[in-house]
């Protein structure tokens, strides 16, 4: 693949002018003339249709934020992965050191596609890896000697792993003293936490936040673990821009434990001071603001929290008379949802989803996770696409995250090892 350097410096001209040259010989039917077939011609065994894509994604990834940021990714499974994803996006080098014996776990975790989980292929896309044995000698040695040229180093062990290693903290900043160290262990590093090991389901059920999901089932989505990441990338984007005062790196601290401290901040102040609308409003004791069947047995969620649009709502069922009861938990409450209910029963969701829609009201279908890849809102607002899988195929992901800055690496996520000369130095990215 090309690599676009400096054109000043290498006299290699940038993808915008590769860019033009090829479109001006199209035009003009240079070497590839409509003789030829026009932009289908070969060019050094590709085509230029081929090559304006690849060229397009170089110039884009040349204005990403992170461009040139190295981020050596010590962790494993989902914190650090989500982690990695955000600053993949945003057009960060990541180099994921990973153990010899079958790298990250989450590569097993099926379904596997390509040879590699599902999970990692969506999560990982564009990484480079490099297989270590953190706790030998020759390991930790090649991991100082790769800190030497790194922005950001993530890592996911318990306390104290790191430093048994001869890989911690103050060991690495005294390398490189520019160096962004991002610990994410469970419980923090205070004199409790540091002894104790724990998993998603026991971060969301200590916080307080389990008990609010209103169900006693295990959530099927990982709250603290994807909460803890975003925490960790908001750290470290932070830290990058103190060091561009100061000249200085930062040793983050961001538990796992912490990944629902945001979601719970309004309850958590709400129960402080004796309880208010979340035990009410939010949590669907109110008519207003809930889940209802519809006609056909498949639900949508109502969120008329305003008057304009509860009363709207209610004329459309010729429901007018509950006009005040959209905010009482009490029977006249509950009756009135039964009324609602009894109302939408009289045709199906998608009825119901295509009136309510045209008067602009707050209203979705609950859709399952099928359902809503073919809905296609999170497509058109770009949070939805595809990543390239081990095997050359393609694979239905989400992201970028962030789509108004960053895209979605258009390699795959990397074979355990697959940039294994790295371990002699970062080099550039290939």
């Not at 996911?156 to 520019?178: C, Q, S, V």
């Not at 912490?258 to 979601?263: A, H």
Request: net charge negative; aromatic share 4%; with cysteine.
């Amino acid at each position: 693949m090309f690599r676009f350097l400096d054109s000043a410096r290498s006299g290699v001209p940038p993808p915008k002018v590769v860019k033009m040259s090829l479109r001006r010989r199209e035009t003009k039917g240079g070497m590839c003339g409509a003789a030829m077939g026009g932009t289908e011609c070969s060019i050094g065994g590709g085509t230029v249709e081929r090559l304006l894509e690849v060229l397009e994604v170089a110039e884009d990834s040349m204005n990403l934020p992170l461009q040139d940021l190295v981020v050596l990714d010590l962790g494993r499974m989902l914190p650090s992965a989500v982690l990695a994803r955000q600053l993949l996006d945003l057009g960060a080098r990541v180099v994921k050191v990973e153990d010899p014996n079958g790298g990250d776990p989450m590569r097993q975790v099926p379904p596997l596609v390509g040879g590699v989980g599902a999970a990692f292929a969506a999560l990982y896309p564009g990484a480079e890896s490099v297989a270590l044995d953190l706790r030998t000698k020759e390991g930790a040695f090649r991991v100082r000697e790769m800190v030497a040229d790194a922005d950001v180093l993530v890592e996911t062990f318990r306390p104290g792993t790191m430093e048994r290693w001869g890989l911690g903290a103050d060991r690495l900043t005294d390398i490189n003293p520019k160096l962004i160290y991002c610990s994410m262990s469970s419980w923090g590093r205070g004199p409790v936490g540091s002894t104790r090991v724990g998993h998603d389901l026991n971060f969301v059920a200590a916080t307080g936040a389990l008990d609010l999901v209103n169900d006693s089932a295990v959530p099927a989505l990982q709250l603290a673990d994807v909460g803890a990441s975003l925490l960790a990338s908001s750290a470290i984007l932070a830290a990058l821009l103190r060091r561009e005062r100061t000249g200085t790196g930062a040793v983050i601290d961001q538990p796992l434990v912490s990944g629902t401290v945001p979601m719970l901040a309004w309850a958590w102040a709400d129960r402080a001071a004796g309880g208010g609308v979340l035990g009410t409003l939010l949590s669907g004791q109110w008519p207003c603001y809930r889940r209802y069947l519809c006609g056909d047995g498949r639900e949508i969620t109502v969120s008329m929290i305003e008057p304009k649009f509860w009363i709207a709502f209610l004329a459309e069922l010729g429901l007018e008379e509950l006009a005040l009861d959209g905010v009482d938990s009490g029977d006249a409450g509950q009756a009135a949802a039964a009324a609602i209910e009894k109302a939408l029963a009289t045709r199906p969701r998608s009825e119901w989803l295509r009136s309510l829609k045209a008067l602009g009201l707050p209203v979705s279908p609950v859709l399952d996770l099928d359902e809503a890849r073919q809905d296609g809102c999170l497509a058109e607002a770009g949070l939805a696409g595809e990543v390239r899988t081990p095997d050359g195929g393609t694979l239905s992901a989400l992201g970028p995250f962030i789509p108004s800055l960053g895209r979605t690496p258009d390699r795959p996520a990397p074979r355990v090892d697959e940039h294994g000369a790295l371990k002699r130095g970062l080099g550039e990215a290939e």
